[in-house]
Nanobody
Framework: EVQLVESGGGLVQAGGSLRLSCAAS????????LGWFRQAPGKDREGVSC????????YYADSVKGRFTISRDNSKKTVYLQMNRLKPEDTAVYYC??????????????????WGQGTQVTVSS
């Protein structure tokens, strides 16, 4: 059974930091690009960041560039999202996802095959 389980969300003040984790099981983790997406109330889901399977190259949405860092540990089958200098507009449910791709990653959500259940991040002003 494929599983992606996010953790690390919570309530933080603006300017603070959180580190999200997503533990994977049930598929060949090394062969998948990993992405983080988020959805705020009343808004469409948006891509935040992704990391490729092949060379670990990364991509970030402009809204988080310079503040968020994605990484992966293939030995632990886990992907992380370090979020610094958080803003109230970062408030959303954050989802991790896996895309079977040996090429560069992307933030088009229809590329992704597997999704986690999400973790809530709330940033207070």
């Amino acid at each position: 059974e494929v599983q992606l389980v996010e953790s690390g969300g919570g309530l933080v003040q603006a300017g603070g930091s959180l580190r999200l984790s997503c533990a994977a099981s049930g598929f060949t983790f090394d062969d998948y690009a990993l992405g983080w997406f988020r959805q705020a109330p009343g808004k469409d889901r948006e891509g935040v960041s992704c990391i490729s399977s092949s060379d670990g190259s990364t991509y970030y949405a402009d809204s988080v560039k310079g503040r968020f860092t994605i990484s992966r540990d293939n030995s632990k089958k886990t992907v992380y999202l370090q979020m610094n200098r958080l803003k109230p507009e970062d408030t959303a449910v954050y989802y991790c996802a896996a895309d079977f791709s040996l090429n560069t990653c992307g933030l088009l959500d229809r590329r992704y095959d597997y999704w986690g259940q999400g973790t809530q991040v709330t940033v207070s002003s």
